[in-house]
């Protein structure tokens, strides 16, 4: 054993900086905040080999004074802060005072700043944590920090980075949410003298959107403005078509911080709740604007973690100002001229999206796959352009049915095809919880129907047997593993019940079962999903505008409760379009 000592400065920080500089993208990131806290209206980034050769920040924000350009890069030395307490309300990005000194721990670090209020600018330069050189300069109001070899002295780090590309992405995708998060201050990120990324600090989200999303997904997502006092949550969301399949691309800003927060992104997974199908994930970007005193931001030594003093409130505004959002903007998915003329020319790169019916007309492939049919990540909704514009399902007059699949309307701007398995569902859940917690109509069976199940599967049956009496079953324990079920709901006549309970007792997945009484719309759903009309039955005319009617009613009549579309559109522009009589297609 080695004795023990204290560590000299020089390795204690470069262990410190280990917790705060852990790529290249931590550098820009730290450099971009303290811009920000300055109160710069203009950063300019350059990078050159993905940082590791040279980060370079420029602003034009307020200066360090020239006493003052040694402490800046001292450990634990801020202007930010004073006393503990004031932690518990802190307006800027910065507090802790590390992230200057770990930064030129670990690497070849110079400072040029002039302070607003002084005549002339300073310069210091840094090596191994200590100041080697200070000097007079001239130069504009603002902070020009350069970092270069970052992690010279810590090989070790080096070898953890991923490719240049990767780290590259990461720089660029940081920038372009801050970008994103301060529409007001003019970004520049430039990578080996070429521009990455420009913005024009004109407040103009969704000019700044294009560059995070691509034009395409960007001109279809959906804004949100939530306010109330003193909540703010502003931002954009992906509308119900586009989906990704993993978490990655939701963010959050709270107060101006970028933060990592699982439960926030339940939070907004749970608005999307049978909106979207189960394994695929929205996209956002939201900034929430709550009092400081309900965030205590010193909990991460990136600060990329945060703590909510009320969580149950914040996530439940997330989930609302989503949900307001959503239901404003939803809407089926709209054939448009791409997508109509891919069956005349078929195109083999879009081979695997190609318009194919017999996929929906697959019943019983749960994982359905209108939105998803590609391989890539991105769904089909935005290879093949299918609109989000209409908030209503318009008046729909009936036309006919075809397939035994699906009924052919006529509306104000166009034709309309129902999907009548997918509209029934929506119908039957809609109703089902409307009418959960009040008394749903049962009815009574003429010989009450027993069932004997496994032992595994009792104890799920167990839990959730409560559920299946809100909806209007009337079951009870008939001995060991035995049920005994002598009513159903009325709307559910003429269904099976025995395959209602094996729809209660398969397994539940994991994203199935977030919070609360969505056990119970899940639940609601999956009985909803067997009792519905299937395809491949024939209506009759009645059944058919009953079926349009009462779709018509539903408060999200677009999407089946397991996401799929319950319509589609194709409009009389495009239908003018392809016989000829307007434009050219
Ligand atoms: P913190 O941001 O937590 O205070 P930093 O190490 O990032 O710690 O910065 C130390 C101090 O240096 C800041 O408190 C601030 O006073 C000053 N500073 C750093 N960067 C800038 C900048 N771009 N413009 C003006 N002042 C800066
Ligand atoms: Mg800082």
């Known amino acids: 054993m080695k004795k023990i000592q204290v560590l000299s400065d020089e390795v204690a920080s470069q262990i410190a900086a280990g917790e705060v500089i852990e790529r290249p993208s931590s550098v820009v990131k730290e450099l971009i905040e303290n811009s920000i806290d300055a109160g710069a209206s203009q950063v300019s980034i350059r990078i050159s080999e993905a940082g590791k050769n040279l980060i370079e920040v420029v602003d034009d924000g307020n200066g360090i004074p020239f006493e003052e350009l040694e402490l800046a890069v001292t450990r634990h030395a801020t202007s930010k802060l004073q006393l503990a307490s004031d932690l518990f309300n802190i307006n800027t990005l910065g507090f802790r005072g590390e992230a200057l000194a770990s930064i030129a721990s670990v690497s070849h670090f110079s400072l040029i700043s002039k302070h607003e209020n002084e005549t002339i600018g300073g310069k210091i330069e840094n090596l191994n944590g200590k ?3 200070k000097s007079k300069i001239g130069c504009p109001n603002g902070t020009t920090i350069t970092v270069r070899n970052l992690f010279f002295n810590v090989p070790a780090r080096l070898k953890f980075l991923k490719s240049d590309i990767t780290e590259k992405q990461r720089i660029s995708t940081l920038v372009t949410k801050f970008a994103l998060a301060y529409p007001y201050v003019r970004f520049k990120l430039t990578n080996e003298q070429q521009i990455l990324l420009q913005t024009n600090g004109n407040g103009d989200r969704r000019e700044i959107l294009n560059h995070v999303f691509g034009f395409e997904i960007a001109k279809q997502m959906l804004e949100v403005k939530f306010e109330e006092s003193p909540y703010y949550i502003t931002g954009f969301i992906s509308p119900v078509g586009i989906t990704r399949s993993n978490r990655k691309e939701m963010t959050f ?6 933060i990592q927060d699982v439960a926030l992104s339940s939070a907004l997974m749970k608005a999307y709740h049978t909106m979207i199908m189960v394994g695929r994930y929205p996209i956002c970007i939201l900034f929430l604007d709550f009092p400081a005193d309900f965030v205590d ?15 149950d409130l914040v996530f439940s505004m997330v989930q609302r100002a989503t949900r307001r959002a959503l239901l404003a903007y939803s809407s089926f998915p709209e054939i448009t001229q791409k997508f109509w003329s891919q069956s005349s020319e078929p195109d083999k790169n879009l081979d695997e999206t190609t318009w194919n019916p017999a996929r929906v007309l697959d019943d019983e492939n749960q994982n359905f796959d209108f939105f998803n049919r590609g391989k ?3 769904s089909a909704s935005e290879k093949e352009g299918i609109s989000s514009q209409s908030i209503y399902v318009p008046l729909l007059r009936h036309v006919g049915q075809i397939g035994a699949t699906y009924i052919v309307a006529d509306g104000p701007d166009g034709l309309y095809l129902i999907d009548q398995h ?9 109703k089902m919880m409307a009418q959960m917690g009040g008394s749903i109509p049962s009815q009574q069976l003429l010989t009450p129907e027993v069932v004997q199940l496994p032992v595994h599967q009792t104890m799920i049956f167990q839990e959730k047997i409560e559920i299946l009496r809100k909806i209007g079953f009337d079951i009870t324990e008939f001995g060991p593993n035995t049920y005994q079920i002598r009513a159903i709901p009325s709307m559910l006549i003429g269904i ?6 094996q729809v209660v007792v398969e397994d539940f997945e994991d994203d199935e079962t977030p919070l609360g009484n969505v056990v119970e719309a899940i639940i609601a759903a999956r009985i909803c999903k067997r009792a519905a009309i299937k395809g491949g ?9 009953a079926l349009i009617e009462n779709l018509e009613k539903c408060e999200t009549p677009r999407t089946c409760p397991h996401g799929r579309p319950t319509m589609i559109h194709l409009s009389v522009d495009l239908l003018e379009k392809q016989f000829g009589r307007k434009g050219s297609i």
């Open 131 to 133: 100041t080697i050189t």
């Open 253 to 258: 800003f709270i107060n101006g911080r970028w």
């Open 297 to 311: 931001v010193n909990v991460h030594p990136t600060k990329a973690e945060v703590r909510f003093s009320k969580p």
């Open 376 to 378: 890539s990540d991105i």
């Open 422 to 430: 997918a509209a029934h569902e929506r119908i039957l859940f809609e």
């Open 496 to 501: 099976n019940p025995k395959e209602i309970i």
């Open 537 to 545: 039955q024939i209506l009759s005319k009645e059944e058919q505008k």
